[in-house]
């Protein structure tokens, strides 16, 4: 989907993180020692370098124009999911949890659809007009 220029590199983004979410399911299915513990490790080194700048970017740059325009539930929903990564990211570098590895994938896959499909389109529409 072609999209405005303020959000082209996030919807970029997008892919590596989908491409992210999709190896923590996947190592999760494999249940096997090794795996879990290097996706953990990829995990953290793409969450610190990639996701985090991501998610401060939006939260400083898109809800503050979706909140003034009364999206509330979709900043509360970002929010939320954001705070929620953040938190399963600390769980899965500390204790290499299998479970914790397959929630954050699955969490993340659904997280960038939901921006992909609504967050996003919503900002535009806005900063369109």
């Known amino acids: 989907m072609k999209r405005i220029p303020a959000l082209q590199t996030l919807s970029r983004e997008h892919h590596s993180a989908l491409v992210l979410a999709k190896a923590c399911i996947r190592a999760a299915e494999l249940d096997a020692g090794t795996?879990?513990?290097?996706?953990c490790a990829n995990v953290q080194l793409a969450f610190t370098a990639e996701l985090m700048p991501?998610?401060?970017?939006?939260?400083?740059n898109l809800l503050p124009v979706l909140s003034a325009a009364g999206d509330t539930a979709?900043?509360?929903r970002t929010l939320k999911e954001h705070e929620?990564?953040?938190?399963?990211?600390?769980t899965i570098c500390d204790h290499n949890e299998t479970a914790a590895l397959a929630a954050f994938g699955h969490l993340l896959a659904d997280h960038v659809r939901f921006e992909e499909r609504?967050?996003?389109?919503?900002?535009?529409?806005?900063?369109?007009?």
């Not at 929620?84 to 600390?90: D, E, I, N, S, W």
């Not at 919503?122 to 369109?128: G, H």
Request: net charge negative; hydrophobic share 50%.
């Open 118 to 129: 609504e967050l996003f389109p919503r900002y535009e529409m806005l900063v369109e007009k």
């Open 35 to 39: 795996a879990i513990a290097v996706q």
């Open 84 to 90: 929620a990564m953040r938190g399963m990211v600390r």
């Open 54 to 60: 991501h998610f401060d970017f939006e939260e400083r």
């Open 74 to 76: 979709l900043v509360e």
